[in-house]
């Protein structure tokens, strides 16, 4: 008897050993939990065999139960994961403290009558024993587990298309010969315990189950590529051409895969599943990766089939699918018609621009035309605004690219877009604002960046859409904090908006609105120099300086 519950103790540890060096990320923890208490436990029974005192006996008898409270519910969950049911979060703590329970009741074994009303060495070393209620207890969770496992086991014979047939099988299997073993040896036959045994069943029984856990999990496969553009799809084989799965992207490409079986080999009546046995083959015999498009209708697919490996072993050969039907075709024209194309791309490049530009205009129009108090506001502080920036552009201490300057200029006329979100009764009213109309008013900047934003997203220039957003949002902000609508200081501002702020306030200075009259040029130079380091950027006062004698030509212009 010693003998035989060594020989089980280190049957457990190798298995053990094997599934510790086998391991990977994709073997669930339950699994681990297994074959780690089943040789704890099966070492119970070893030291209960060759106790030589009381003590010594229980100690083993607590150890074995290890195995019945906690690799039991181990296999459950195992089960239910590797049949792929939905596990609620609380049920793992639910069933472990269940575990936890029973098995503090079987440690009180010797010390109360919970769980072994009587217990004594006999002269032969056998421990003898007599239950109590906790150990009924016991019994009746052993139960309720085995039955739960059936269940599942059941259950998942009817989800065949995306459970191995194999897998669930084996797992029949072992709760089949548990339970004989359990219900059945255990209480008819006399001398050493069978459950040794059928725990190391279960240890081989899992052994093959992970080691095709990884072929089924298809996803786990895929290589992290960093993709540009479409899905990538993934479809696996076995090295016996035996289908594995394929992922979302790949059913979503080749629709018929929804009807094969997992761990059948492909029909080989279909044209698209002819294919794939072709490449197979070429995969196989091949060691690299093995590349193809494949026209399917109005698609093209770019396949890439490589080896599954795992160590040193091929499992499989697994085809990465990607859609690349846009850039196929966009190939094809090139090489076909590279001459016509590249005068159709310099026409649609024009019209583009055309468009932008015409787009810009009618926003600055649409907003002139609503606000009844700054009549041609925009149109001016558009004016100002090139003048600023032909002076900037050519400074070297601000050193502004030619394309900054254009698209401030371009964004100049759309600072004030925020103001079509304004409510007409405030936009519109005839004089001077109140304290709660003027907030009002003040949103006008914040919804004008917002406004940009979703407008400018389908232009494709995130560049200029930047300046943009920048000058509508931020032009009324002062460099020393307490403009709005975010009170940023200094360089916070953004440049364009700190440009821009310049060009809205002197023509508000010099222009007349219905709450007050024009400023003279004077009087308006003089608000504005008092500005420079508290309102406007300092740095700037030399290029309003440089620029005021266009500024008051301009706007004697139009009053002529």
């Known amino acids: 008897m010693v003998m035989f519950y060594f020989l089980c103790t280190i049957i457990s540890m190798l298995l053990s050993i094997v599934y510790l060096i086998r391991w990977n990320r994709r073997y669930n923890s339950f699994i681990s939990v297994m074959f780690v208490v089943i040789p704890v436990s099966n070492m119970g029974h070893l030291?209960?065999?060759?106790?030589g005192n009381l003590d010594i006996a229980l100690v083993g008898y607590k150890l074995s139960y290890l195995g019945g409270c906690f690799c039991t519910l181990a296999i459950f969950l195992s089960i239910l994961t590797l049949c792929k049911f939905h596990i609620p979060k609380y049920l793992p703590a639910i069933t472990s403290i269940i575990s936890i329970a029973q098995y503090a009741l079987v440690l009180t074994a010797g010390y109360t009558d919970h769980f072994l009303k009587r217990v004594e060495l006999a002269p032969d070393g056998t421990l003898l024993r007599e239950y109590a209620w906790g150990h009924s207890l016991f019994q009746g969770y052993v139960i309720l587990i085995y039955v739960c496992c059936f269940i599942a086991i059941i259950l998942a014979f009817r989800r065949y298309q995306t459970v191995s047939r194999k897998t669930v099988g084996l797992l029949l299997l072992l709760m089949t010969i548990s339970m004989a073993a359990y219900f059945i040896w255990k209480p008819l036959i006399k001398g050493p315990e069978i459950t040794p045994v059928t725990y190391i069943f279960a240890q081989l029984i899992f052994l093959l189950i992970v080691d095709r856990i990884s072929l089924y999990n298809v996803d786990e496969k895929v290589i992290d590529v960093v993709m540009n553009r479409g899905q990538i799809g993934?479809?696996?084989f076995d090295n016996n051409g035996n289908y594995l799965g394929s992922n979302a992207a790949a059913k979503s490409f080749f629709p018929e895969l929804n009807t094969l079986v997992i761990d059948k080999p492909l029909p080989r009546a279909h044209l698209s599943f002819k294919k794939f046995i072709d490449w197979q083959q070429s995969v196989k015999a091949s060691e690299h990766v093995v590349t193809d498009l494949y026209d399917k209708k109005d698609s093209i697919y770019s396949i890439a089939g490589d080896k599954i490996r795992e160590g040193?072993?091929?499992?499989?050969?697994s085809f990465m699918v990607t859609d690349v039907t846009?850039?196929?075709?966009?190939?094809?024209?090139?090489?076909?018609?590279?001459?016509?194309?590249?005068?159709e791309v310099e026409s649609k490049t024009k019209d583009l621009v055309e468009m932008h530009d015409k787009f810009v205009l009618g926003m600055a129009d649409m907003v002139e035309n609503r606000d009844a108090n700054t009549g041609g506001h925009i149109k001016r502080t558009s004016s100002i605004i090139r003048y600023l920036a032909e002076y900037l552009r050519q400074d070297p201490e601000f050193?502004?690219?030619?394309?900054?300057?254009?698209?401030?200029?371009?964004?100049?006329?759309?600072?004030?877009?925020?103001?079509v979100a304004v409510d007409d009764r405030v936009l519109r009213k005839p004089g001077r604002f109140t304290d709660e109309e003027f907030e009002k008013m003040k949103t006008h900047s914040a919804k004008g960046a917002e406004i940009l934003n979703k407008l400018?997203?389908?232009?494709?220039?995130?560049?200029?859409?930047?300046?943009?957003?920048?000058?509508?949002?931020?032009?009324?902000?002062?460099?020393?904090?307490?403009?709005?609508?975010?009170?940023?200081?200094?360089?916070?501002?953004?440049?364009e908006a700190r440009i821009m702020a310049i060009a809205d306030v002197y023509d508000a200075l010099v222009s007349k609105r219905c709450y007050?009259?024009?400023?003279?040029?004077?009087?308006?130079?003089?608000?504005?120099?008092?500005?420079?380091?508290?309102?406007?950027?300092?740095?700037?006062?030399?290029?309003?300086?440089?620029?005021?004698?266009?500024?008051?030509?301009?706007?004697?212009?139009?009053?002529q």
Do not use: W
């Not at 966009?330 to 590249?342: D, P, V």
């Open 516 to 559: 007050k009259d024009a400023l003279s040029f004077e009087k308006a130079d003089s608000i504005m120099r008092e500005g420079m380091g508290s309102q406007f950027d300092k740095r700037l006062e030399k290029c309003y300086l440089a620029v005021r004698p266009k500024f008051e030509a301009y706007y004697k212009s139009l009053d």
């Open 312 to 317: 040193l072993r091929t499992r499989g050969v």
């Open 234 to 236: 993934v479809i696996s």
């Open 456 to 495: 400018l997203a389908e232009l494709g220039d995130d560049y200029f859409k930047e300046i943009a957003v920048n000058v509508a949002h931020y032009h009324h902000e002062r460099v020393d904090g307490s403009g709005y609508p975010e009170g940023l200081k200094g360089d916070e501002i953004p440049l």
């Open 326 to 343: 846009d850039e196929q075709k966009y190939k094809r024209i090139i090489e076909n018609y590279n001459k016509t194309l590249e005068e």
């Open 47 to 51: 030291i209960e065999s060759v106790a």
């Open 399 to 419: 050193n502004l690219s030619d394309r900054f300057c254009e698209a401030l200029i371009k964004a100049a006329p759309m600072h004030d877009i925020g103001k």
